[in-house]
Each structure stands twice: as structure tokens, then as C-alpha cells.
């Protein structure tokens, strides 16, 4: 018998946080889309008082625009503001990528070395979602084995704004083939175990992306 869904208090909250952040994510709500508390609490079988706490925190991680006397909205990340993102990833990234290419173990080196496999099949089989997807794996491996928690829950907020932009990059024609040997590289310093040269391709590829999403 399944489990029945918590309506009311903070596990409801947390259920339909969880489900908000995720849909987000995915796209499934579009940048702008409006978000109506009454609609959403009946789509999660929530009180409305649990959609209005979910959406409050979902607005200080800057996946949610609340206007006042309107409601709520997916917030719309600008070009200029996903640049400036990226920046902020490029020191916090590069830091990671360093302590991972001194604390990594030989397993986790070569798991690094598996998803440069994976992803160098990716772009020669022409599949840019999967790309995509194996792209994120990549950088998450590397904060994980970083040991950097600090650097680590930064990012994962900082990211979270950057899904739709990342996305329209991978499919943009020539993208990937370019964005890969970037990855490569950065694969290639970790397993070197040169900390300043994996913080460097870190910041090289980050470069690329500024100069692609002002493209």
C-alpha cells in the first residue's frame, strides 16, 4: 500500500519544495511562468500554506521571482546575469578541480576517466542531451571529490539558476565537439594530479562558456 502523501506542516512543505525545485530543473515550468498557489497545492495534494512556504524558499535560491501584489513566476536569468554566475563558478570550480586532483583516490581517477569516455562517445554518436547530462555528471564528480562542502553547496545553488542556459548551449551546432576537448583536458590535470594545471583548464573551459553564452 503506498505511502500516503504528508498535506499539511513542514513535510508537506518539503514535498512540494522537492517537486517544485525538481520540475524547475527539468524545464518542465518555463522561465516566466506563472505559478498559482492554488493550482500547484491541488496538484501536489498540499494546503496552499505549504505551496507559499515551498515558493518563498525556492525565491532565496533564485529559482523563483516573487512580485509583489502578483504571486510567483520561474524567474528569468539574463544572459548578463548567467555570465556573472559563470564567473563566480570559475573561481569556486577551479578551486574544487585542485583539491580533487590532490585528494582524489586512483577509483574515483578513473571515474573521472570513465565519463570523458562516455562523454567523447556522446559527441561522436551525435547525442547532445546525452552530452549534456554526462557534462554535469563530470563537474559534480569533481566538487565530490574535492572534499570542498563549502565550495560545494555554493555551487549546486549557483547552478540550479543555470539549467536552461547550459542546455541551449549543448545544443547549439559545434558546441559540444569544442566543450568536450575543455573537459578532456580538465580529466587529463586531475588524473596528473597537478593541481594548478586543473584549476587553469577549469577556468579555461569556464571562459569558453562566457565567451559562447554572449555569443
Not at 44 to 68: H, K, P, Q, Y
Not at 89 to 102: D, H, P, Q, S, T
Not at 191 to 202: G, K, L, S, Y
Request: net charge neutral; glycine share 6%; proline share 3%.
Amino acid at each position: 500500500m503506498e505511502e500516503a502523501r504528508p498535506s499539511t506542516g513542514e513535510p508537506a512543505k518539503q514535498h512540494a519544495l522537492a517537486q517544485l525545485r525538481q520540475a524547475i530543473l527539468r524545464g518542465d515550468m518555463a522561465p516566466a511562468q506563472r505559478l498559482v498557489e492554488n493550482e500547484l497545492a491541488e496538484q501536489f495534494g498540499v494546503t496552499r500554506a505549504s505551496i507559499r512556504a515551498a515558493l518563498i524558499d525556492l525565491a532565496s535560491e533564485g529559482l523563483v521571482e516573487r512580485i509583489r501584489n502578483r504571486g510567483s513566476r520561474v524567474r528569468v536569468v539574463t544572459v548578463e546575469e548567467a555570465v556573472a554566475i559563470t564567473e563566480c563558478r570559475m573561481v569556486l570550480e577551479g578551486l574544487c578541480a585542485a583539491k580533487a586532483a590532490v585528494e582524489a583516490t586512483d577509483e574515483q581517477l578513473l571515474e573521472l576517466a570513465d565519463i570523458g569516455t562516455a562523454m567523447s562517445k556522446a559527441v561522436a554518436d551525435g547525442e547532445p542531451v546525452t552530452y549534456s547530462g554526462l557534462n554535469q555528471a563530470l563537474h559534480a564528480k569533481i566538487r565530490e571529490f574535492s572534499g570542498q562542502l563549502t565550495a560545494v553547496a555554493l555551487l549546486e545553488r549557483l547552478n540550479a539558476q543555470l539549467v536552461r542556459h547550459r542546455f541551449q548551449l549543448a545544443l547549439r551546432p559545434g558546441r559540444t565537439q569544442k566543450s568536450l576537448s575543455e573537459h578532456l583536458a580538465m580529466v587529463e590535470a586531475i588524473r596528473a594530479r597537478d593541481p594548478q594545471a586543473a584549476e587553469a583548464a577549469v577556468r579555461a573551459h569556464l571562459h569558453s562558456v562566457i565567451d559562447a553564452l554572449r555569443d
